[in-house]
């Protein structure tokens, strides 16, 4: 039997990602997000929700550019790590080892560990309450050759070991189930001449 549960507790599991933001070395910073997502295939734009206390907020709204790094079982300590600690106390890169490195697009860095990185130029910003949504223009993907897969050219996700957040924990994504369509190409012989 299913019961009310509270309205925060929304849609799970989520991408644990980094952001990273800023135009100068002096001013690189990383943060997490809980609220990010791909809202459009053409053009390509995805989205991130930041609270306005955020010490990374300021840097993003002013210079208009961000990187989503998809982060791996290998950086989930520094994902956690940059997710409670301040950019306005600690230099995050160099507090958990993480090298940025210069994007194609856009001024803000990329994180080099990362095996796939988004670079974003925000279209819009559109206050929501606790947060507000940073809409962009997805304008390059970055990807580590090591987990393209040869045969089929895709991000091999086993090798990756990307990591997903559930209400307060992490966990590496599973199993591959099938790909999509299989329960229309599955049928058999029989279904297909009823039709």
Not at 75 to 88: E, K, M, Q
Request: proline letters at 5%; aromatic letters at 10%; hydrophobic letters at 35%.
């Amino acid at each position: 039997m299913k019961q009310s549960w509270k309205p925060g507790t929304m849609i799970y599991p989520l991408p644990a990602v980094l952001v990273s933001v800023g135009e100068t070395e002096q001013e690189y910073n990383l943060f997490t997000v809980a609220w990010t997502g791909t809202v459009c295939t053409n053009p390509p734009m995805c989205y991130i929700s930041v609270r306005p206390e955020r010490h990374s907020y300021e840097i993003l709204k002013r210079t208009g550019e961000f990187v989503i790094n998809l982060t791996t079982a290998r950086l989930a300590r520094a994902t956690d790590w940059c997710g409670v600690r301040s950019g306005r106390d600690y230099d995050k890169f160099s507090e958990m080892g993480l090298t940025p490195v210069a994007a194609a697009q856009v001024k803000a860095p990329v994180v080099e560990q990362s095996p796939v990185s988004i670079e974003c130029r925000v279209r819009q910003i559109i206050p929501l309450g606790s947060h507000d949504m940073f809409i962009a223009d997805v304008v390059n993907v970055l990807v580590d050759e090591e987990y393209i897969d040869k045969e089929s050219g895709k991000l091999d996700l086993q090798r990756a070991e990307l990591i997903t957040y559930s209400h307060g924990e992490y966990f590496r994504l599973g199993d591959v189930i099938d790909h999509f369509g299989w329960s229309v190409r599955k049928r058999d012989k029989k279904s297909k001449s009823r039709r």
